[in-house]
T-cell receptor, first 111, second 115 residues
Framework: KNEVEQSPQNLTAQEGEFITINCSYS?????LHWLQQHPGGGIVSLFM???GKKKHGRLIATINIQEKHSSLHITASHPRDSAVYIC?????????????FGKGTHLIIQP | NAGVTQTPKFQVLKTGQSMTLQCAQD?????MSWYRQDPGMGLRLIHY???????DQGEVPNGYNVSRSTTEDFPLRLLSAAPSQTSVYFC??????????????FGAGTRLSVL
């Protein structure tokens, strides 16, 4: 059974701080997804990666395949970054047969 | 494009009632999935489909049925609602992107309460 573990569960930081959220995953997961869930409940995909590093604006996602570990970084954090960030793993099918989700990290950025 | 559309947004049922949660996507995606989200737990896969006419069970399929008669629609049926099915339900669709990873698109969710 695929497993995904996220940490921390909750994170409160001040505006401008550098944020790191970590994700560990089990053998059998070949691709990682980082998702954002807004307070209203909607879920959007931020990154998909199976190797290396991806960057979009102030968000950076990295993955270490050997250590089965991924991180999501937010630079120059802002209150609008407050959301739940979710790590999810897909199997060899690329996620066609569904994803395995972590429990999420509830991030609050205070002004 | 509307993306992934879920209806209804909210529903209250009595124990034993049946209902269907609707999910439709207009992106011609091959793959669709249903998840439930409960407090303190990650989203869990209920059922998924890799194409019209093909469905399979996920992690928590008991009490739910699905069918995929068209590419666009993937309804989730609760046969006899139970309080344990109180949850927020998300439908997702995906397609294979470069690199072999599926890009996931989620509906806005259906908040279901079973009394």
């Amino acid at each position: 059974k695929n497993e995904v573990e996220q940490s921390p569960q909750n994170l409160t930081a001040q505006e401008g701080e550098f944020i790191t959220i970590n994700c560990s995953y089990s053998v059998g997961i070949s691709a990682l997804h980082w998702l954002q869930q807004h307070p209203g409940g909607g879920i959007v995909s931020l990154f998909m990666l199976s190797s290396g590093k991806k960057k979009h604006g102030r968000l950076i996602a990295t993955i270490n395949i050997q250590e089965k570990h991924s991180s999501l970084h937010i630079t120059a954090s802002h209150p609008r970054d407050s959301a739940v960030y979710i790590c999810a793993g897909g199997g060899p099918g690329g996620g066609a047969d569904g994803l395995t989700f972590g429990k999420g990290t509830h991030l609050i950025i205070q002004p | 494009n509307a993306g992934v559309t879920q209806t209804p947004k909210f529903q209250v049922l009595k124990t034993g009632q049946s209902m269907t949660l609707q999910c439709a996507q207009d992106m011609n995606h091959e793959y669709m999935s249903w998840y439930r989200q409960d407090p303190g737990m990650g989203l869990r896969l209920i059922h998924y489909s890799v194409g019209a006419g093909i469905t399979d069970q996920g992690e928590v399929p008991n009490g739910y049925n699905v069918s995929r008669s068209t590419t666009e629609d993937f309804p989730l049926r609760l046969l006899s609602a139970a309080p344990s099915q109180t949850s927020v339900y998300f439908c997702a669709s995906s397609t294979r992107a470069l690199g072999g990873i599926n890009i996931q698109y989620f509906g806005a969710g259906t908040r279901l309460s079973v009394l």
